[in-house]
């Protein structure tokens, strides 16, 4: 009796043991939550900082009068956002530039003050407005705009080019094509020799191409290189939208990557390959070292998508 009583009383220890590793297993699968604690602070110079974590990374410029902000994260996030950005100076916030539409990157717009002023390419503010899925990503994010009774959304706009601010405050918003979006704004800070990119250059990876908001898989590559041409006099560093901070060269070897896979896509189309086998027979060529692996579905909407494109 006394054998059972201790062999049971060692089950169900075990499985006490076996219930709490799961429960911290579940636990470690939580997105992190929205709170200033989870965003991570990388110093770039003394009045420049990048923002990791909750979304896309912001980029926060510190000028003589205000804060100037690039891209403002994930639903909920925005308030957090702010707190940090608090930690890091008193100095009023009073722009936003966001990169292009996604939710990761505008939706903390929402928490902003009313008297901050949110700049876009003109693209990107008729996609914000009209709220498309993006393409390939099944999880939508919600339209915080439409719930806020438009409140975050665009009140400046450019086309090609638009310089906010003088001298040392200097911030210059560039446009060099289609990508990722067809809205993707470049932001230079001369004075600290930084740009942030965005998501069409997103890390050393194979991009998302959201045609729903008119990216481009044959265009990405001619607009990374026009990019690199145009910046690379007045740039150090590139915050890019998701991953490490980069550098021209970076940027010019991730302009040949997108050259390379749509050049492989169109010669296997002419070639007579059908879009499945070419997604079969990919593989991430040798000479770039430190990419990342695709996801399948990446792999496949990319070339389903750039094999309609081509011609």
Do not use: C
């Amino acid at each position: 009796m006394r054998r059972h009583l201790v062999l049971g009383s060692l089950l169900a220890a075990g499985m006490l043991v076996m219930a709490a590793g799961a429960y911290r297993h579940a636990q470690a699968q939580q997105p992190p939550q929205p709170s200033p604690a989870n965003i991570e602070v990388e110093k770039v110079k003394d009045n420049l900082f990048v923002l990791r974590g909750g979304g896309g990374n912001t980029t926060v410029f510190v000028q003589a009068n205000g804060v100037t902000v690039v891209d403002t994260k994930n639903p909920g996030w925005g308030q957090p956002l702010i707190t940090k950005i608090r930690e890091l100076t008193s100095k009023p916030i009073t722009t936003i530039v966001n990169t292009h539409t996604h939710g990761d990157h505008v939706s903390g717009n929402v928490d902003f003050a009313q008297n901050v002023e949110v700049v876009t390419h003109v693209n990107t503010a008729a996609n914000m407005k009209a709220w498309r899925p993006v393409t390939s990503i099944t999880n939508t994010f919600p339209n915080v705009f439409a719930q806020h009774g438009g409140h975050g959304m665009p009140k400046r706009t450019f086309k090609d080019t638009m310089t906010l601010f003088s001298g040392p405050d200097r911030v210059d918003l560039h446009y060099f094509g289609r990508g990722h979006t067809d809205g993707d704004a470049w932001v230079v800070i001369p004075s600290t020799r930084v740009m942030a990119a965005g998501d069409i250059f997103s890390g050393k990876n194979l991009p998302l191409l959201d045609y729903n908001n008119g990216g481009s898989g044959v265009e990405i590559g001619d607009t990374l290189m026009k990019a690199y041409n145009a910046t690379m006099q007045q740039v150090d560093s590139i915050v890019t939208g998701h991953s490490t901070n980069m550098t021209p060269n970076d940027l010019r070897e991730y302009a040949e990557f997108n050259r390379d896979f749509l050049n492989g896509v169109r010669e296997a189309k002419k070639a007579g390959k059908s879009a499945e086998a070419i997604i079969k027979e990919w593989r991430m060529p040798a000479k770039y070292k430190g990419y990342a692996d695709p996801a399948p579905a990446r792999l496949q909407a990319n070339v389903e998508n750039i094999y309609k494109e081509v011609r």
